[in-house]
């Protein structure tokens, strides 16, 4: 599912090492690339990653002193060693938590502070189940060898988006040229390469449900560490929290601006990342009993 952006990176890559350096100094760089995906398995690398990207930190001692006692009891219903994985804080008022790249397990100070200790450690076997399943390690890869494409593809767009306002500035007819041959080389350079143009399109719609699917699977780690009903009670208080958010934001929301303009989401039941908390719920619930 990765594919089509390491692909892209990969070309992109090798295009510009080569041209600039030559081909023996060009695919020695574009080798290094490629090996540098190790560093997700590189403790210091990932915990950087955690703090500089996703702006989590150690705990404090008092959080470290709320925090452990509930993590032994989750690894040790799992049968994991203590010094597997390393336990880090993200300083937000929203119920949430997050399993960063093969070692980090990263909770909100509201998850940590705010919920019971039998919910906190439903949240927590929820993350353990992202690393086991091997969700966060996966995801973390494909976001380092997709990020020289997907970097490029946003200058690009930005540059044409540029080009296209200066020369509107100095004449429409001249910004509508310009929009037309960057258009006939997008359609042209799409059409020639199909295959590549079709994975990339499909990619993100494959991710995304496959995304959704590592959240269920997340939540039965849970159940299966006998956190069912402190998970389904998780999701219940985030959504009383989301509702709460959404009714204070239509209070301080100007009374002209309360009209209801919003567009009916086609696409949403295939790219969202994770399925809704109800849908999650529902999934939680034991099967009916069947009839003798």
């Known amino acids: 599912m990765y594919v089509p952006g390491l692909a892209a990176s ?68 799992a049968g994991i060693e203590a010094d597997t994985y390393e336990l880090m804080v993200e300083n937000s008022d929203k119920l949430n938590a997050v399993a960063v790249g093969g070692h980090v397990v990263g909770v909100t100070t509201y998850a940590l502070h705010e919920v019971p200790s039998s919910h906190l450690a ?19 890869l494909g976001y380092w060898y ?15 988006l540029f080009l296209v306002l200066v020369a509107n500035a100095m004449s429409t007819l001249l910004a509508v040229g310009i929009g037309l041959v960057l258009a006939f080389f997008v359609i042209s350079s799409a059409i020639a390469y199909w295959p590549i143009t079709l994975a990339l399109i499909t990619a ?4 995304s449900y496959t995304a959704r699917k590592g959240e269920f699977r997340a939540d039965q780690q849970a159940v299966a560490l006998g956190f069912g009903p402190e998970m ?36 949403g039941p295939f790219f969202p990342s994770h399925p809704g908390d109800e849908v999650r719920l529902r999934a939680l619930e034991p099967p009916a009993p069947s009839d003798a």
Do not use: C, M, N
């Not at 353990?128 to 399943?133: K, V």
């Not at 993100?204 to 991710?207: F, G, M």
């Open 10 to 77: 990969f070309a992109l890559v090798a295009t510009v090492a080569v041209y600039l350096a030559g081909a023996i100094v060009g695919w020695t760089v574009v080798a290094a690339w490629l090996f540098s995906g190790v560093l997700v398995f590189h403790r210091p690398s990932e915990r950087l990653f955690a703090r500089v990207v996703l702006r989590l930190r150690a705990p404090e001692p008092e959080e470290r002193e709320r925090l452990e006692p509930v993590w032994q009891e989750v690894i040790a219903r």
């Open 122 to 140: 439903a949240v927590l076997a929820h993350e353990l189940g992202h690393h086991t399943g091997g969700h966060s390690w996966a995801a973390l």
């Open 146 to 160: 997709s990020l020289p494409a997907r970097v490029t593809l946003t200058v690009a767009s930005l540059l044409s």
């Open 204 to 207: 993100p719609i494959v991710l």
């Open 232 to 267: 389904a009670e998780v999701l219940r208080h985030r959504q009383a929290q989301q509702a709460a958010a959404r009714a204070k934001a239509e209070r301080e929301k100007p009374a002209a601006s309360r009209e209801d303009t919003k567009w009916p989401d086609l696409f």
